[in-house]
């Protein structure tokens, strides 16, 4: 797949899935800027928060939504415009798109119509937060989001119960309390854990340790912003 290398040679078509920042607008790579500028269509999950991202960086194209409300209309949609010749950069609120975020139905409406598809990685929320976490990295499962019911998370913590694998899992803040008392209810008190909350961020605060005393610190600090928990195999120790 052709990339303009800071020309202003076209994009070939095709589906350009373009990795966004977290938070620190710094993040952006120089070559998702560069396929920012030189694509033909963004389709993003929310055209006003992406709007502010492309106006930071000077970029100026023609964005459509895509988000989990119309994305099994808008899949077929633009992968009909890139097999007319159009290249798309689809780009999230923050992160990596497909991964919690929407994505998936237009990657898979691509690889069924064997259309280019190119990821431009960087910022991941999930791997930002595995990295600084202390805790084993060379076998980990990425969850996403746990159900919303305490019942639903408490049968998921006791299947990881005596789980030999990292397991990396997204949090609202408007649960993540809740999620750390079923947590501890069910996994102990001495399980090790990390919470990681506004990644990238000026409010930036990760803390590692048995989920006694992590919880105690998560509680004693401010619970706005976004959470990644990172919870570790249960025979690690500190």
Known sequence: MTQSDGDNTPLDAGLYLVATPIGNLGDLSFRAVDILKHCDLIACEDTRTSGKLLKHFEIRKPLVSYHEHNEIQQATQLADKIESGTSIALITDAGTPAL????????????????????????????????????????????????????????????????????????SNHRILKFLNDFNEVL??????????????????????????????VKQRSQKGEFVVVIAPSTFEL
């Open 188 to 217: 102990g008190s001495d399980r090790v854990l990390c919470v990681a909350r506004e990644l990238t961020k000026l409010h930036e605060t990760i803390f590692t340790g048995p989920a006694e005393k992590v919880i105690e610190s």
């Open 100 to 171: 919690s975020d929407p994505g998936f139905r237009v990657v898979r409406e691509c690889r069924k119509r064997e259309l280019p598809v190119s990821p431009i990685p960087g910022p991941s929320a999930a791997m930002a937060a595995l990295s600084a976490s202390g805790l084993p990295s060379d076998s980990f499962c990425y969850v996403g989001f746990l159900p919303a019911k305490s019942a639903a998370r408490k049968r998921f913590f006791s299947d990881i119960k005596d789980s030999q694998r990292t397991q990396i899992v997204f949090e």
